[in-house]
């Protein structure tokens, strides 16, 4: 597909939009500092695996309970599989996520097909649950508020932080697993910074023209 039909779906996405400013409130993240405070409360191994893969792909917790170690592939990669009609693919590790992984084979079960273990069942994913009482153990620990203790909100600050880096919507759709970009365009409302971005590029740029 050619850059100006992704520019023509992208302003007709836009248009269907509410575009009213939306507040904070109305979607729960966590600033870069507030996640990596998180991070530093992480005591296990697993917990600090389980989370960083919630966070970096973006992962309901369901998602983060389905990974198989035949997911993880030859090539690098990690076949995510999505819940809520999402798009299921392979995707790019972090180094520091293969670093985990290798750190954690020696210590899961060999007869569990699931990455992450629980303590009981062996031949049935994480609990969904489990992945949430974890995160909001360290989220509490970390001073994070209490309605934003849930561990969906990882998905929603990496969809941010990306946003903020400067990434393509579309490039956020692929990477949360987004069917349709109006549920990846609510990201892109949610902080001033690349507005402010947005803004300094212009005042700066030659090809805005001079009214002076």
């Known amino acids: 597909m050619k850059k100006s039909d992704?520019?023509?779906r992208l302003l007709r996405a836009?248009?269907?939009l509410d575009v009213r400013p939306l507040q904070r409130s109305e979607i729960f993240y966590l600033t870069k500092e507030e996640v990596e405070a998180v991070f530093r409360r992480v005591r296990s191994l697993r917990d600090r695996l389980m989370l960083d893969l919630a966070y970096r792909h973006g992962l309901r917790r369901k998602e983060v309970g389905l990974i198989?170690?035949?997911?993880?592939l030859p090539d690098g990669t990690i076949w995510i599989t999505r819940v809520k009609n999402g798009v299921s693919g392979p995707y790019q590790l972090h180094p520091i996520t293969r670093e985990l992984i290798e750190q954690y084979?020696?210590?899961r079960r060999d007869d569990s097909p699931y990455l992450l273990c629980g303590r009981q069942r062996r031949a049935t994913?994480?609990?969904?649950?489990l992945v949430y009482q974890v995160f909001r153990r360290y989220a509490a620990?970390?001073?994070?508020?209490?309605d934003r203790q849930h561990v969906h909100v990882l998905r929603h600050s990496i969809a941010v932080h990306m946003m903020n880096e400067g990434l393509d919507v579309a490039d956020v759709q692929d990477w949360l697993g987004h069917r349709r970009i109006t549920s990846t365009l609510v990201y892109a409302r949610i902080t001033s910074k690349r507005r402010r971005e947005s803004y300094a590029r212009i005042v700066q740029s030659p090809e805005i023209a001079a009214t002076i």
């Open 68 to 72: 198989r170690m035949s997911d993880l």
């Open 6 to 8: 992704n520019i023509a």
């Open 141 to 146: 620990e970390a001073g994070v508020s209490e």
């Open 14 to 16: 836009l248009n269907r």
């Open 125 to 129: 994913p994480l609990s969904p649950s």
């Open 105 to 107: 084979r020696p210590m």
